[in-house]
């Protein structure tokens, strides 16, 4: 359920689902069908994470077809990323875990995470593949906009990491605000200091779906 534990906060309204093609599964419970709800969010949620025993939500009627492609845009990006803040059990943030998957079909780590927020497909690439530049152009720090990603992309998998950057905290862009997926901590919303030093291995890096 989206919220276990407080009576009443566990309800979704949902208008339709769509089968998606792909089989994610909760426990013992799997499904392709993704329900599109309207409350208490609005969005795609996987049916197995609705406690009812059928592999569909019952009298919810079945479109066919994959979710519509979410549209390239930086506010769509920063609207995605905010939806993992609160996703776990009703108020908590995702947890961070590199082996597993969450209920949306994509990696709960850093790269995972960044791929979820930017509408790639699902579990989604790796902090290496982001920085590609079949996805990517590297931009100066100066340049950063809402959006766009701040990578370390050498070294190793406890290594390499991806920010979303959201915005400059000062005229003279001295910090920032992210949008990322920290070890421990789960989704996370601060001002980090990635790429601030020099001779950083944080790289700022502008996704090429924005056009420019």
């Known amino acids: 359920m989206i919220n276990q534990k407080s009576p009443g906060q566990d309800r979704i309204t949902a208008d339709h689902q769509v089968d998606t093609g792909r089989r994610v599964c909760e426990g ?3 499904s392709t069908l993704m329900a599109h709800i309207t409350q208490p969010v609005t969005g795609f949620l996987t049916v197995v994470a609705v406690d009812t025993p059928e592999d569909r939500l019952p009298g919810i009627p ?4 994959p979710p519509a492609p979410q549209p390239g845009s930086r506010q ?4 995605r990323a905010a939806t993992w803040l609160t996703a776990n059990n009703g108020g908590r943030p995702v947890p961070s875990n590199q082996g597993s998957h969450w209920r949306d079909g994509y990696r709960q780590d850093c790269s995972g995470y960044a791929s979820m927020a930017l509408g790639l497909s699902a579990p989604g690439t790796t902090t290496v593949g982001l920085a590609d530049r079949r996805l990517t152009r590297p931009i100066a720090m100066s340049e950063l906009q809402p959006g766009d990603l701040v990578i370390d992309a050498t070294g190793n998998n406890n290594t ?3 920010v979303i950057f959201e915005k400059w905290n000062d005229t003279a862009h001295r910090s ?3 949008y990322e997926q920290r070890s421990v901590h789960g989704t996370s919303y601060r001002s980090p200091t990635y790429g601030r030093a020099a001779g950083s291995e944080y790289k700022a890096y502008r ?6």
């Open 176 to 178: 920032y605000t992210t």
């Open 28 to 30: 013992s419970a799997c």
């Open 160 to 162: 390499r990491y991806v």
């Open 207 to 212: 996704p090429l779906r924005y056009g420019s």
């Open 76 to 79: 769509q990006t920063l609207q």
């Open 62 to 65: 079945v479109q066919a077809g």
